[in-house]
Structure formats: structure tokens, C-alpha cells
């Protein structure tokens, strides 16, 4: 005489809740793994098209905007393997394209001369806010961190007279007694 229920070995069975919740789990799972296989279909810009022109600037400052800048800035991107999976690839390409309309060093020669100086200046403003670069890319990018000495010498670029010069910086008389000059 056993009421129903009583029996331990068909516990699980009788356990219409805990199975319900064991099979929406695997759908969303399921759902989930083909989502992220959809996701790698949808279509991503990844171009670098020709460098029409660069900007104009001494070796050293050169060096600092190509290592920190350059892969968002320019049409020089080597595209990071994480930007071939979606849904990364989309906020990397995103990014992209917006920091090449706000300021492409690859079509310098677009801008008037004006516009150079503004986003010449701009480049140290950035930099001095500790706006650029962005802080999330600087984890998987290391190399784009910029020591005391490459804020130097981007201040000191930045805020020289001119659109964009191959001439090293002139020393402004003003605001830079602060710099010790060690070469
Ligand atoms: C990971 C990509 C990335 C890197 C690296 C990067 N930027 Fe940007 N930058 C952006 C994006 C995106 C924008 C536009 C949105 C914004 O202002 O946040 C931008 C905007 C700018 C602007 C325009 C700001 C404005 O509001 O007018 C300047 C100037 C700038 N960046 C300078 C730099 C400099 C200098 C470096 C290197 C030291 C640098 N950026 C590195 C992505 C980047």
C-alpha cells in the first residue's frame, strides 16, 4: 500500500519543477550559443583605406601619436584579433570610425590650417584630461600608455605655434620653466 509519492526512486520524475527548470535552461543555452554564432555573420567595416596624407611632426612626437593613437586615429589599424568577434568587433569598429571622423592623421592634408591647429591643440587637452587615450583600450594595449615623458613632449608639440611642423617644438618661454631639460 504505497501512496504515491512515497516512492524515493521516482522522486526526480515527480519533480515537475525542477525538470521545467532544468529544460529553460538549456534552451536559453541553447539560444544563447546560436545568438553569439548569428552575431559572428553580421557584416563589421574593418577597412584601412590608402593614407592619403600624414600628419607632419617630429620623429619624437611621431613615435608617441603612432604607438598611442594611431590604431584608432589612422588608417593604419592593424585590427585586433577580438575585433574578428562579435559582439566586441562591433564596439571596436565603432570606435574606430568615430575617432577617424573626430581626427584622421591618415587625411591630415583635408583640414585647413586652421583645423589642424584646433585639433593639434586638441591632442593635448585629450591627453591632459586623461580622455585619450581610451582607458578600456589601454589594458589589452599597454605599450599605448603614456609615461611623464611622452605627456612632455606631446605638451610641448601641442602647444607649439604652427599646423602641424616637422621642426621640433620651440621652447616657449612661458609655462615651461617646469621642464628640466635632460638631453
Ligand atoms: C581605442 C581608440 C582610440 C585611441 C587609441 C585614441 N583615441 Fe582619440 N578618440 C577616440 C574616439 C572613439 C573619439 C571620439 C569620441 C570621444 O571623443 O570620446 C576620439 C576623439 C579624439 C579627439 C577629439 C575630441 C573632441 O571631442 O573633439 C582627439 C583630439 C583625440 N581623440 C586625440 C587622441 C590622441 C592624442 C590619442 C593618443 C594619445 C588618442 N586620441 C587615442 C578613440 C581613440
Known amino acids: 500500500m504505497n ?3 512515497d516512492n524515493p526512486s521516482t522522486k526526480d520524475e515527480r519533480d515537475p519543477a525542477g525538470g521545467k527548470r532544468k529544460r529553460v535552461g538549456k534552451i536559453i543555452r ?28 617630429p620623429a619624437d612626437v611621431k613615435v608617441i601619436l603612432k604607438r598611442s593613437c594611431y590604431e584608432c586615429h589612422s588608417h593604419e589599424t592593424a585590427w ?3 575585433s574578428y568577434v562579435a559582439p566586441v568587433s ?30 593639434k591643440h586638441e591632442c593635448w587637452e585629450e591627453v591632459e584630461e586623461g580622455e585619450m587615450p ?3 583600450y589601454l589594458p ?3 605599450e599605448a600608455r603614456l609615461s611623464a ?35
Open 30 to 57: 541553447n539560444l544563447l550559443v546560436v545568438l553569439f554564432v548569428v552575431f559572428q555573420f553580421v557584416p563589421v567595416e574593418r577597412s584601412n583605406p590608402p593614407v592619403e596624407s600624414d600628419i607632419p611632426a
Open 149 to 183: 615623458d611622452d605627456r612632455k613632449v606631446l605638451r610641448r608639440w601641442s602647444k607649439s605655434a604652427g599646423a602641424g611642423s616637422l621642426e621640433s617644438p620651440q621652447r616657449d618661454d612661458e609655462e615651461d620653466e617646469d621642464e628640466v631639460d635632460s638631453d
Open 90 to 119: 562591433w564596439l571596436v569598429a565603432h570606435d574606430v570610425e568615430e575617432a577617424r571622423e573626430e581626427m584622421n592623421f591618415s587625411t591630415w592634408d583635408r583640414y585647413s590650417d586652421k583645423k589642424k591647429r584646433k585639433k
Open 3 to 5: 501512496p504515491p509519492g
Open 134 to 136: 581610451l582607458w578600456f
Open 140 to 142: 589589452l594595449h599597454p
Open 80 to 82: 585586433p584579433w577580438y
